[in-house]
């Protein structure tokens, strides 16, 4: 249940290697955020690391569908979309 390295690495390249996000419920006053991002850094909660990102988590893993977010956009976003009970274990860990 993810991207194929193919997609990932085609929205990669579609990113120019900064974040996709233009949610202006986060706290970048920038629209997209357009933070820069380290391709090795994938999955990584530091300076430069990112993830994808599902856009509609009840669609396909498409290149439309993948969007290419810096680490903290992953994180909000990821906690808007899941329920309580994984917010929770996040926070405990
Ligand atoms: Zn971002
Ligand atoms: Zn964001």
């Excluded at 599902?54 to 956009?73: K, S, Y």
Aim: some cysteine; charged content about 20%; proline content about 3%.
């Amino acid at each position: 249940m993810a991207f194929s390295d193919d997609i990932v690495k085609q929205a990669w390249e579609r990113s120019g290697t900064q974040c996709e996000c233009n949610k202006r419920n986060h706290s970048h006053h920038y629209i997209p955020c357009a933070k820069f991002l380290v391709w090795n850094k994938r999955g990584s909660n530091s300076q430069g690391g990112w993830e994808t990102f599902q856009i509609d988590p009840a669609g396909a893993f498409t290149l439309d569908n993948c969007e290419v977010l810096c680490w903290r956009c992953y994180e909000m976003e990821s906690l808007n979309n899941s329920g309580p009970a994984i917010s929770n274990s996040l926070e405990f860990k």
